[in-house]
């Protein structure tokens, strides 16, 4: 036991007495509760010390639920309890938090339980014009400062490539950016249209290494101003574009569609406006086109505290719904698909480990809960990204009948640039 | 103009008295039709050598109609009696059939035709074990001895893969069956099944290659029996298994699921037990597998004619719906899709010259209306892979959270075996 779970153990005593000794209905709810996490190795303790443990196999940790509104609150809704309890500090967690998500997860796709509904379904609010900026808002502008603690330099907030696996962050983010410029074979003097651009250094990577012309769209206020005063500085103002807005208002034509962590925030039923967007937007000849998202291998809404404090608004599609509603009925033809979702398991590990490192700051400028909120986060999409409960799919697409298309991926595979 | 039309049109004097002067109907009838071919640079002669010609550009060559019915059987249903009409010789084509198919394919999809259904439907018939066979016997028992007068030596009767353009036939199936091994990660020792297996080919070249153990199914006697011969003269029958059967009875559990070139014979009503009988086949743990298939970018029955009388029940799905229906049911994690659509117009190519190069023995076989199919099928293939009417899909995929998935794609591009 670590330092800080033994702490917790110590202030069990004072929690308890304000609790009050836990009655019968509590045992029974706390039994519950731990049935209602099936085979994962996870134990459970209440705020006097009683203590139950899974069916079989060791324990990965325990949670300690400290009071019973809490533990009420977690029978209820556990999925988006658990988050709301452990970023107050009502629910702390005895052991490793990140390997013990990932055990958790890996139990539970053993029990079938991806393949079940989430326990509660929230209800679906369409992506209007204006709720995709409050959404986008939410978590963008919390602030570069913030994201430049545990980003690479460059600050991009997506899935790197790791050519091998001990690479640095920064140079597997700039691999995953040539990784992507290969797949759509760029060539000096291309017209691209990038959707949902972060904080700029895709545009900018386009523009600088392959000769291209960028106009790079998003609905962030602070990441469009980060992106416009780096395009200054580098002297590529004049051929990136940065503009801030929604893609469904982009206009003009273009040789190349990108869009690289987008489609998880477009929501379902934007997928058709979204393909139309695409299909108005790319030159009838030669038009050619790369979606890089967070995808699922079964439909599944995405974990409901994520979708209340991290991300409103977000849904990971499964490739039948990103194939069948954005591209199919536009008749785009896919050349192209890859699963990276290892790639995005090793991101977040790094991600998360510097997150820890900077984790005095973070606490500085937003408080405890904050950095709770944010650690479980980032532990639990590595997690899902470790097991499989999430997918990272890169689709490249063409017109229909283009034969410039490369006939093998060599291309993607040569000397490195 | 070649030898051939110049005979063809000598012989015009004595269709036009058999069918008598082209009255105002016919005339009419034939503008109809003319109109119908849309933006194809086609263009029509009647028995008389009354011509018509495309609205606009030059005319890759003329279909030449050689009495009232087939002009009438083309007008109610083109699709059907085009092909019927050039079986028997009804219709003639004055050009190079090969190109004219491709230029026709090639306007049609700037016409947006191919985002529309087919002049008409046939009824569908579910792919029944019975009517599996007969479908399967019709195209497959026609004898080995046809195949082999145009296939590779190894008899592989799906796309190829050519590493480079020039690649000779016999080399690029070795590729390809090269390929979909890299694609599986095949160890020494792994139980292979393949779900239509052809000639035998794959199976053996795993079994030999890969020190693999495969039992392939088929349900074409003549395959299998040839399939049988060809493990024990090579003595591998001790770890080659042949099995006249459907994919529905495949039993007990592997490793590793493949085929090649059945999905599109399967019929969309069957993709869930197709689905199902992967699910029930493959290993819990490190179960991966393959599913290569001739496809579509948009929902489209086949052709009518190659349904009716080259492919009876085949129906070349989306990826939405081979994902979506076959594979997503069953949680199953798609790791890649390659589109190799390129490479099946190049190996379509080498087989409709080397079908030429031997017509005349076909011609002693089978006659010349199924030498005249036979060329039409082959000739119409290649078109509509050349011009993205149809695409090849290679999908790979493996059990949901599986770790052992490789990371990069590095390993299908290395040092060629």
Chains 1, 2 share one sequence.
């Not at 029978?75 to 500090?89: I, S």
């Not at 502008?141 to 050519?163: K, S, V």
């Not at 937003?366 to 980032?378: D, I, Q």
């Amino acid at each position: 036991m670590n330092h800080k779970a033994s702490t917790e153990l110590q202030t069990l005593e004072r929690e308890s007495s304000r609790n009050g000794h836990p009655r019968a209905l509590d045992r029974w709810m706390l039994s519950l509760l731990q049935r209602g996490f099936g085979r994962a190795p996870v134990g459970f303790v209440l705020w006097d010390g009683t203590q139950t443990s899974p069916p079989e196999g060791p324990v990965a940790g325990r949670l300690l639920v400290k009071d019973r509104r809490t533990l009420v609150s977690l029978l209820l809704d556990p999925e988006l309890n658990f988050g709301e309890a452990y970023t107050t500090g009502r629910l702390e967690v005895l052991g490793d938090l990140p390997s013990m998500l990932e055990e958790t997860y890996r139990a539970w796709e053993k029990d079938g339980r991806s393949a079940r509904p989430a326990p509660r379904l929230a209800v679906r609010r369409p992506n209007t014009l204006r709720r995709a900026r409050e959404n986008i808002h939410h978590h963008y502008d919390i602030g570069n400062e913030f994201y430049r603690l545990w980003l690479d330099e460059q600050m991009l907030y997506t899935c790197a490539y790791f050519p091998v696996p001990g690479e640095t962050l920064e140079r597997a983010q700039v691999a995953k950016m040539d990784h992507v410029c290969r797949k759509l074979r760029l060539r000096p003097g291309d017209r691209v249209v990038e959707a949902g651009c972060g904080w700029g250094a895709l545009a900018l990577h386009m523009a600088r290494h392959y000769g291209t012309e960028v106009k790079a769209f998003n609905i962030s206020t602070e990441q469009v101003r980060y992106g416009r005063d780096r395009a200054r500085s580098e002297g590529l103002d004049g051929r990136v574009e940065f503009i801030e807005d929604d893609y469904r208002n982009i206009r003009g034509r273009f040789d190349v569609f990108v869009s690289v962590g987008m489609l998880e925030h477009v929501g379902k039923e934007r997928y058709s406006a979204l393909g139309e967007v695409i299909d108005r937007c790319l030159r009838a000849d030669g038009g050619r086109g790369l979606l890089h998202f967070i995808g699922r291998d079964r439909v599944r809404p995405l974990n409901a505290w994520v979708r209340r404090r991290i991300f409103p608004g977000a849904y990971p599609p499964t490739l039948r719904e990103a194939l069948g509603d954005v591209l199919e009925p536009r008749g785009l033809s896919v050349l192209d698909v890859e699963n990276l979702r290892l790639h995005y398991a090793r991101t977040l590990e790094h991600w998360l480990a510097r997150f820890e490192g900077a984790v005095g700051q973070v606490r500085a400028m937003f408080g405890e809960p904050f950095v709770r909120a944010w650690r479980l986060y980032l532990a639990g999409s590595r997690a899902a990204f470790a097991t499989g409960w999430m997918q990272l799919f890169q689709v490249v697409f063409a017109r229909p009948g283009d034969n410039e298309i490369p006939s093998t991926r060599d291309h993607l595979y040569g000397e490195r640039a």
